[in-house]
């Protein structure tokens, strides 16, 4: 390798990241492993041309074979996803709904969406977040009895505080969303519909989660996590706003795209378009269902009793271990999840009483339900004795052995 002469100092610190990630089991539901091809695009010449403008219709020469990238990337997304229209210059995931917001909104309207405590983004209108200075944002959450949507509530909501545009789609929320019904509530209450998708795109695409489309008007998608692309985002639409979301996204937003970004997203929309993809994003939500019944009968409280999708949003409350203490002792054991609120939630972000965890990872390791099991009792073990040294220790080289089984391919 080129950067192991140039620049030693960061070459040990990739070594040292993939080694630990090769050791370890990755559980953050919104990390996956990407495939060799999909960084070999990341890699490529094409992070040394500048492009600002669309296809056809560029600022700068040159751009001849950067048009062809973007229309297959364009062209694969609409494809996969039955999508009207497509941008795929969004950077991520965060600046890509703020220029949703801008296109569609004017500052001071009034938005809807789910608050962070209940599984929203900090990008659906949280205080210290942009887009909660710059909109009105009202939040619904999730049923205090159920923890989970309850619609009824969220129709009357909608038509009491008429928003300009409802959010749908959230970050810690386990459960499948009925985007239909999102759609016929905002189309009655005469505001835009909305869908953040990141967390679920590959499960849509794979056709094992409800699609937004044709329903929603606008959809967000970050194209790493299930979807298991580069770290990028994109926005669909239906036709009638396809000119405004260009605007907000070049010039209004951003300058040039990351073309070498573009071809990472575009060799892994059509690796989600196999059939050994849709394989693939059914065995993580088997896994996710095998990892949470055995959560349970580990006596873990589990958020919603449960999930239809590929994250577990488990509740500590009683069990004399926090989110924080929780995530530090897994991490210890070569297990990484992220502490995370639950609903009514007591504690705060920086001190949650709750662990978000999710399949997506393990999954393109090739574990299934059986390995899930081992992992759901290797995870509360941990959560039990969470000061225990010699069960940590003891954890971790179940984990190590679990690793080498199943060991990182391509890399």
């Given at each position: 390798?080129?950067?192991?002469?140039?620049?030693?100092e960061?070459?040990?610190a990739?070594?040292?990241?993939?080694?630990?990630?090769?050791?370890c089991?990755?559980?953050?539901?919104?990390?996956?492993?990407t495939?060799?091809a999909?960084?070999?695009?990341l890699s490529?010449?094409?992070?040394?041309?500048?492009?600002?403008?669309?296809p056809?219709k560029r600022?700068?020469?040159?751009?001849k074979?950067?048009?062809?990238?973007?229309?297959?990337?364009?062209e694969?997304?609409?494809?996969?996803?039955?999508a009207?229209?497509v941008?795929?210059?969004p950077?991520?995931?965060?600046?890509?709904?703020?220029?949703?917001?801008?296109a569609?909104?004017?500052?001071?309207?009034?938005?809807?969406a789910?608050?962070?405590?209940?599984?929203?983004?900090?990008?659906?209108?949280h205080?210290?977040?942009?887009?909660?200075?710059?909109?009105?944002?009202?939040?619904?959450?999730?049923?205090q009895?159920?923890?989970?949507l309850?619609?009824?509530?969220i129709?009357?909501m909608?038509?009491r505080?008429?928003?300009?545009?409802?959010?749908?789609g959230?970050?810690?929320?386990?459960?499948?969303?009925?985007f239909?019904?999102?759609?016929?509530?905002?189309?009655?209450?005469?505001?835009?519909?909305?869908?953040?998708?990141?967390?679920?795109a590959?499960?849509v695409?794979?056709?094992?989660h409800q699609?937004?489309?044709?329903?929603t008007?606008?959809?967000?998608?970050?194209t790493?996590k299930?979807?298991?692309?580069?770290?990028?985002a994109?926005?669909?639409?239906?036709?009638?706003?396809?000119?405004?979301?260009?605007?907000?996204?070049?010039?209004g937003?951003?300058?040039?795209?990351h073309n070498?970004?573009?071809?990472?997203?575009?060799?892994c929309f059509?690796?989600?378009?196999t059939?050994?993809?849709?394989?693939?994003?059914?065995?993580?939500?088997?896994?996710?269902?095998?990892l949470?019944?055995?959560?349970?009968?580990?006596?873990?409280?589990l958020?919603?009793g449960?999930?239809?999708?590929?994250l577990?949003?488990?509740?500590?409350t009683?069990?004399?271990c926090?989110?924080n203490?929780?995530?530090?002792?897994?991490d210890e054991?070569?297990?990484?999840?992220n502490?995370?609120?639950?609903?009514?939630?007591?504690g705060?972000?920086?001190?949650?009483?709750?662990?978000?965890?999710g399949t997506?990872?393990l999954?393109?390791?090739?574990?299934?339900?059986?390995?899930m099991?081992?992992v759901?009792e290797?995870?509360?073990?941990?959560?039990?004795?969470?000061a225990?040294?010699?069960v940590?220790q003891?954890?971790k080289?179940?984990?190590?052995?679990?690793c080498?089984?199943?060991p990182?391919?391509?890399?």
């Amino acid at each position: 390798m080129y950067i192991e002469k140039q620049d030693k100092e960061v070459d040990a610190a990739i070594k040292d990241e993939l080694k630990r990630q090769k050791e370890c089991l990755m559980m953050i539901p919104s990390e996956n492993l990407t495939s060799k091809a999909v960084l070999e695009a990341l890699s490529s010449m094409l992070s040394n041309k500048y492009s600002e403008g669309y296809p056809g219709k560029r600022y700068y020469g040159g751009n001849k074979y950067i048009d062809v990238v973007e229309n297959l990337a364009i062209e694969r997304a609409k494809k996969l996803f039955k999508a009207e229209h497509v941008n795929v210059q969004p950077y991520s995931g965060s600046p890509a709904n703020l220029e949703i917001y801008s296109a569609l909104l004017n500052f001071g309207d009034k938005v809807m969406a789910m608050s962070l405590t209940h599984g929203g983004h900090l990008t659906h209108g949280h205080g210290v977040n942009f887009s909660g200075k710059a909109y009105k944002f009202v939040h619904y959450g999730v049923n205090q009895k159920t923890e989970m949507l309850d619609y009824d509530e969220i129709r009357e909501m909608a038509l009491r505080e008429k928003p300009k545009m409802i959010v749908s789609g959230f970050t810690a929320y386990p459960r499948e969303v009925d985007f239909k019904k999102f759609a016929e509530i905002a189309q009655e209450a005469g505001a835009i519909s909305f869908a953040d998708i990141s967390h679920i795109a590959g499960l849509v695409a794979a056709g094992v989660h409800q699609s937004p489309f044709p329903e929603t008007d606008v959809v967000m998608t970050t194209t790493h996590k299930t979807l298991r692309g580069p770290r990028g985002a994109i926005i669909m639409c239906k036709e009638k706003y396809a000119a405004q979301i260009d605007k907000a996204v070049f010039p209004g937003m951003q300058g040039g795209p990351h073309n070498n970004n573009t071809a990472a997203k575009a060799v892994c929309f059509a690796e989600a378009s196999t059939p050994e993809f849709r394989q693939y994003a059914s065995q993580i939500v088997k896994n996710a269902k095998a990892l949470a019944d055995e959560l349970k009968k580990q006596g873990l409280r589990l958020v919603s009793g449960g999930t239809d999708t590929h994250l577990i949003l488990v509740n500590l409350t009683g069990t004399g271990c926090s989110g924080n203490e929780a995530e530090a002792a897994l991490d210890e054991a070569n297990i990484t999840v992220n502490k995370n609120t639950v609903p009514f939630d007591k504690g705060t972000p920086f001190n949650p009483s709750g662990i978000r965890l999710g399949t997506p990872a393990l999954t393109t390791r090739g574990m299934k339900e059986a390995e899930m099991h081992e992992v759901g009792e290797m995870i509360a073990s941990v959560v039990k004795n969470h000061a225990d040294e010699k069960v940590k220790q003891a954890v971790k080289k179940k984990v190590l052995e679990l690793c080498k089984r199943f060991p990182i391919k391509d890399y």
